[in-house]
């Protein structure tokens, strides 16, 4: 089993910028492929970022947010900048056993979910 615990969020104007972390615990060693989502109001859930052998980001965050880790803390990391009002949203950590880049960006490629955490960015 995996635990994964987001933390981070909160109110930022736009422009501003927030780091999200994810901190894992259990089984970690088991964990491939970790990945950031998000779900605005109303809205689908949307891949924002991953880590696997590479990084991959949706186009709307290319350029702004950045995935990093910290495997001695066993800790995912979203830092985002330049915050929009459209990145506004809960975002969930994830991660999953089976490292496959073909599918990334599939909900269906993590076994293992945080709480969320909820992003605000006024105008």
């Known amino acids: 089993q995996v635990q994964l615990v987001e933390s981070g969020g909160g109110l930022v104007q736009a422009g501003g910028s927030l780091r999200l972390s994810c901190a894992a615990s259990?089984?970690?060693?088991?964990?491939?492929?970790m990945g950031w989502f998000r779900q605005g109001p109303g809205k689908e859930r949307e891949f924002v970022a991953a880590?696997?052998?590479?990084?991959y980001y949706v186009d709307s965050v290319k350029g702004r947010f950045t995935i990093s880790r910290d495997n001695a803390k066993n800790t995912v990391y979203l830092q985002m900048n330049s915050l929009k009002p459209e990145d506004t949203a809960v975002y969930y950590c994830?991660?999953?056993?089976?490292?496959?880049?073909?599918?990334?960006?599939?909900?269906?490629?993590?076994?293992?979910w945080g709480q969320g955490t909820q992003v605000t960015v006024s105008s």
């Open positions: 994830a991660a999953g056993t089976i490292l496959n880049s073909r599918n990334y960006d599939r909900v269906s490629s993590y076994e293992y």
């Open positions: 880590s696997g052998i590479n990084t």
């Open positions: 259990g089984r970690t060693f088991s964990v491939r492929l």
